[in-house]
């Protein structure tokens, strides 16, 4: 072994143990290492930072923005919304969430796809009387089976399709994946509708400060534009419309004042609408129905760009000046540039208008106003803000422009008319253009720690490569593999790919795996396609840890899990995967 490969191992080594070590943040890991690499001679200083102009960063980076701007939409979390008044008995209510998440997985990179329905599970839990925890672990488990679906569904995809391009000139496109991943993740979906009852039934999350707080529904208005949806629809249609989320509790019909509405009381154009509901039940009604919020007229809205406004939530602090004030007298958009839009005040029916309304303390409101100044408009004004959760009343939704612009470039890739990098980089440019989403939000919805520990690993796992590592790792396992059949073989590949992953994040276990497997499919005189498909397999599925995928990491603190949790239900599925896995690969793609 040469000075180089000992340098390529001992950095490799000692990058796992800082990835277990866990004190370290894996981006921060992943820049040491490539220091270290530097400092070793293994990486030359002038083609240390080329990792970062790889098409893969640009992939996962505009896959990111167009999944926010997908989730932005709430197209999906309002069908599935509408599917779960439907669905009562819990193992349906399973397969319905997973099975979304898993599909969704497949269009949308599946930490997009489960931030999106997390929502939309938590309700469904809350309005069964049940935890949530038997719905979050199993999704994130469906959103990592989905992402083995297509090329964009998670990251190691994107590597593993780099690496064979490599190796044989030919990249994978973006439904090579779909043969091996479709019968697993109807595998998993059948196992996880009945394996649920493994989650430990106590697990709970802590409440959050909102529900510490007793903030449940809230009231707002909006005004009935001429020819929107709601126009001509009797109040219990409209109801009805809403799935009975929200409630209509007065209306204005020019200066008149309507207490009491019928349910037979026919909607005119011009008419305001008293609501009560959650916020997101309240922002679904607001935009199925084509209502105008209060307030968007007003200077503050029109005169501000989308992107430098913002809601937010907040709750009435014992020593605000609003407290005795009524809303419309504090006259908050001329003074303080802000809009109330809602209130909600616990163990209170509210039947006043907004403006009417004598705020008190413990009132919960939603505030928009320009982004730059809301923090200290709220400390000015005595107001506590609610971080913890998303408020999209008040914010501008784009329908399902997004899911076009997100279905012509997986078509347009998946026709081969352009490359995936242009195709997802030209897409999330689109739903900015549009509108869709802000730049602001975009570049938050940037996993920017992830793209930077790609950037700084590709050199890395180049390095074990160029000094020949990579050939010695493939020479260690087809020695173990020489005696074993091919089958045997190719699970070794996806079980060490499995194994590593918890420790090394599954990306960065691509970038070292998929080299050493490509090897070794050459040692041992194979094509090297499936063993490169059972590295993706692998990388993809940690179902025993919440720290090798951030879906797993996601839903740890909402479902209130414990470490150990992930493993009672991940290690049937992890064999399952690796079962029903290795012969899917052969399959598919045939050795010889």
């Keep these: 072994m040469s000075q180089p490969q000992i340098f390529a191992f001992l950095i490799l080594g000692g990058m796992m143990l800082l990835f ?48 926010a701007a997908v989730a932005r939409a709430g197209v999906v979390e309002n069908l599935l919304e509408w599917v779960a008044t439907k669905v009562t008995r819990i193992r349906w209510q399973i397969t319905v969430l997973v099975g979304s998440v898993t599909l969704l997985s497949a269009l949308v990179k599946n930490i997009g796809a489960l ?60 439904f090579d994946y779909a043969p091996v991943g479709l019968g697993l993740s109807l595998a998993g979906l059948i196992f996880l509708r009945f394996g649920y009852r493994l989650i430990p039934r106590d697990r709970r999350a ?14 707002t208005e909006a005004e009935v534009p001429p020819g929107c949806a709601t126009e001509g629809r009797t109040i219990a249609s409209f109801i009805e419309l809403n799935d009975g989320a929200i409630v209509v509790t007065g209306m204005m019909r020019g200066t008149r004042r309507r207490a009491v509405t019928l349910p037979d009381t026919v909607i005119e154009a011009g008419d305001t ?12 009604a607001i935009d199925r129905g084509g209502l105008e919020l209060v307030g968007q007229d007003r200077s503050m809205v029109t005169g501000t760009r989308a992107e430098l406004r913002g809601v937010i939530e907040a709750v009435v602090m014992p020593h605000s000046a609003l407290i005795g004030e009524a809303a419309g007298g504090l006259a908050l958009h001329d003074r303080h540039d802000l809009n109330l839009i809602a209130i909600s005040r616990a163990g209170h029916a509210m039947v006043d208008r907004l403006g009417d309304t004598r705020l008190a303390i413990g009132d919960a409101l939603v505030v928009q106003g320009p982004i730059d100044i809301l923090p200290e408009r709220m400390r000015a004004l005595g107001l506590l803000p609610l971080a913890e959760r998303p408020i999209r009343l008040g914010s501008v939704r784009r ?64 390095a074990l490569q160029t000094t020949g590592a990579t050939d010695l790792m493939a020479h260690w396992l087809s020695d173990t593999a020489r005696q074993l059949p091919v089958w045997g073989g190719l699970g070794l590949i996806l079980v060490a790919a499995m194994a590593v992953t918890p420790f090394l994040n599954n990306a960065a276990t691509v970038l070292v795996m998929a080299p050493v497997a490509a090897m070794f499919a050459s040692d041992l005189g194979y094509r090297p396609d499936a063993f490169l498909m059972a590295v993706a397999v692998g990388a993809g599925c940690d179902f025993l840890t919440p720290i090798g995928h951030q879906c797993n990491t996601l839903v740890m603190g909402p479902g209130g899990y414990r470490f150990g949790d992930y493993a009672r239900l991940g290690a049937p599925l992890s064999l399952i995967v690796v079962l029903l896995g290795v012969p899917l690969i052969l399959m598919t793609w045939p050795v010889h």
């Design 20 to 67: 277990i070590w866990g004190r370290l943040r894996y981006d921060v890991v992943a820049m040491i290492a490539l220091l270290a690499s530097m400092a070793a001679g293994t990486v030359d200083p002038k083609k240390a930072f080329t990792g970062f102009s790889d098409d893969i960063v640009i992939i996962v980076g505009s896959a990111l923005v167009v999944s």
């Design 115 to 174: 931030t999106m329905l997390i929502p939309a599970a938590v309700k469904m839990a809350k309005r069964s009387g049940g935890s949530p925890a038997v719905f979050l672990m199993p999704m994130s488990f469906g959103s990592l089976l989905g992402g083995l679906i297509t090329m964009v569904g998670t990251s190691p995809n994107i590597i593993v399709s780099r690496v064979r391009e490599e190796m044989t000139g030919q990249p994978f496109l973006m």
């Design 206 to 219: 802590a409440a959050s400060l909102s529900e510490a707080l007793d903030i449940a529904d809230y009231n």
């Design 273 to 284: 609408l008293f609501m009560r509901g959650e916020p997101d039940a309240l922002g679904n």
């Design 399 to 462: 329908g399902l422009l997004p899911i076009a612009i997100l279905a012509a470039a997986m078509a347009a890739t998946a026709a081969g008319l352009i490359p995936v990098a242009v195709a997802f980089f030209a897409a999330a440019a689109a739903v900015m253009i549009t509108g869709s989403i802000s730049p602001r939000e975009a570049y938050e919805s940037v996993e920017w720690p992830i793209l930077i520990m790609l950037g700084a690993l590709i050199p890395v796992s180049e």
